[in-house]
């Protein structure tokens, strides 16, 4: 486990204004969140990430940071360590099968705060038509969705994916900021986004409503 007192207190993603705003956001969560994630320090990027969880957590009493090197035999083994930095976040000491590889900066910081609040509670309301959707999926599906910071479709592609995998057991949403793995881009041929991948086989481009990702899910 790395101490938290080695790691900046600030980040520069997240100014005076920001702060207050996400204070107020999470001062409306009802339980705690658990953010844990797995670092290299030694790359400029994990230290960006560290010091940007380190600045998120300290905005409310009800999250909780624990930040593992990639070689800690404790790390959270459920996370996909092979693309670092990655995030994940737990509720009552369970993976709530969202996670984040990358920083996830600009357009994807909606996203991220979604998934806390979302897996905290309240969360978002979800209308009860598309609840009974979420639930009667069965499948156990993995779904990576590749972006790019500056997109303007990827963060609700983000945040609707990892809403229905906090709502599934059977769904697990990981975000991944594709222009930095390389091996993805070209596993995968990712020329532009938001990519979404099913069990990493299945591909579908472009924006969508949290209708027509379940739509694509019953397939």
């Not at 009974?132 to 999926?137: N, Q, S, V």
């Amino acid at each position: 486990m790395i101490d938290l007192m080695t790691i900046p207190g600030e980040s520069s993603l997240i100014d005076e204004a920001l702060k207050s705003q996400l204070s107020g956001i999470f001062g409306k969560m009802e339980g705690q969140v658990a953010i844990k994630a797995i670092v290299d320090l030694s790359r400029e990027k994990d230290s960006q990430m560290a010091a940007f969880l380190n600045t998120i957590a300290a905005l409310s009493p009800k999250l909780e940071l624990t930040l593992y090197g990639p070689e800690d035999e404790d790390r959270p083994m459920e996370l996909d360590a092979s693309h670092l930095p990655v995030t994940g976040l737990y509720k009552d000491g369970a993976y709530g099968r969202v996670s984040f590889h990358g920083i996830p900066g600009g357009k994807e910081m909606n996203a991220f705060v979604l998934a806390v609040y979302n897996l905290a509670g309240p969360g978002q309301e979800v209308p009860k038509g598309v609840r009974k959707k979420i639930d009667r999926l069965k499948k156990r599906t993995n779904i990576k969705v590749c972006v790019s910071l500056a997109c303007h479709h990827c963060a609700g592609v983000v945040a609707a994916c990892q809403q229905i995998a906090i709502l599934n057991p059977n769904i697990e949403a990981e975000m991944i900021d594709a222009a930095l793995y390389e091996d993805l881009i070209a596993q995968y041929k990712i020329e532009r986004v938001p990519m979404i991948i099913f069990n990493d086989k299945e591909i579908h481009m472009g924006g969508k409503t949290i209708e027509e990702i379940l739509a694509l899910l019953k397939k």
